[in-house]
């Protein structure tokens, strides 16, 4: 079966350009999250999605990032006046549910590199 | 203030021998841990998870000791091989909560 996939794989950008990321998740999973993991760190948590609507956006860095999800499905991460040290690899998890147990296990997808130059 | 910590960047072992990777946490109310296998250029991969109900959980080579009163979990692999060598991030869960937060990682490299 299909896992989660995102597209583009990488997006090189000049800073100030506006980029959007988009994760498509299993079928079926309720829950979508997005990460950020940059150069040397680990997974940054960034945003949760519970079917369309975002119960956590508190890792979000700035009001330059917004996330939305459609369909309970397709989500796309958008990143408006970009700088450099948006550069990170931006990936993007589902789950069958949001509450945390055994159940819960979050399969990832490959990944966006971004690089704002 | 990193809740979840994986104090060795990187570590080196040789094929057939025990590689052991560490993880600290600071939040008492976490419940649920799970490590994470990452290659290059790809997502991470589940490996495996313990509940805090449990002490050590065995997956053929891999197993993990979680110790509640020292806030320390660990993830044995035996034999290592050189397939193993990937990044590999502990996370941890409070239960009920969506949220898991990820350690910064641990490279291992298994030496032919």
């Known amino acids: 079966g299909a896992g989660v996939s995102q597209s583009p794989s990488n997006k090189v950008t000049e800073k100030g350009k506006d980029v959007e990321l988009r994760c498509d998740p299993i079928s079926g999973h309720t829950a979508l999250y997005w990460y950020r993991q940059s150069l040397g760190q680990g997974l940054e948590f960034l945003i949760y999605?519970?079917?369309?609507?975002?119960?956590?956006k508190s890792g979000l860095p700035s009001d330059r990032f917004s996330a939305e999800r459609t369909g309970g499905s397709v989500s796309t991460l958008t990143i408006q006046r970009t700088q450099q040290e948006d550069s990170a690899v931006y990936l993007c998890a589902s789950s069958l549910a949001g509450a945390g147990g055994s159940y819960n296990e979050q399969f990832f997808g490959p990944g966006t590199r971004l690089t704002v130059l | 203030d990193q809740q979840v910590k994986q104090n060795s960047p990187s570590l080196s072992v040789q094929e057939g021998r025990i590689s052991i990777l560490n993880c600290d946490y600071t939040n008492s109310m976490f419940d649920y841990f799970l490590w994470y296998k990452k290659y290059p250029a790809e997502g991470p991969t589940f490996l495996i998870s313990i509940s805090s109900i449990k002490d050590k959980n065995e997956d053929g080579r891999f197993t993990v000791f979680l110790n509640k009163s020292a806030k320390h979990l660990s993830l044995h692999i035996v034999p290592s091989q050189p397939g193993d060598s990937a990044v590999y991030f502990c996370?941890?869960?409070?239960?009920?909560?969506?949220?898991?937060?990820f350690g910064t990682g641990t490279r291992l490299k298994v030496l032919a």
């Open positions: 996370a941890a869960s409070g239960s009920g909560t969506y949220k898991y937060i």
């Open positions: 999605f519970q079917g369309n609507s975002a119960p956590d």
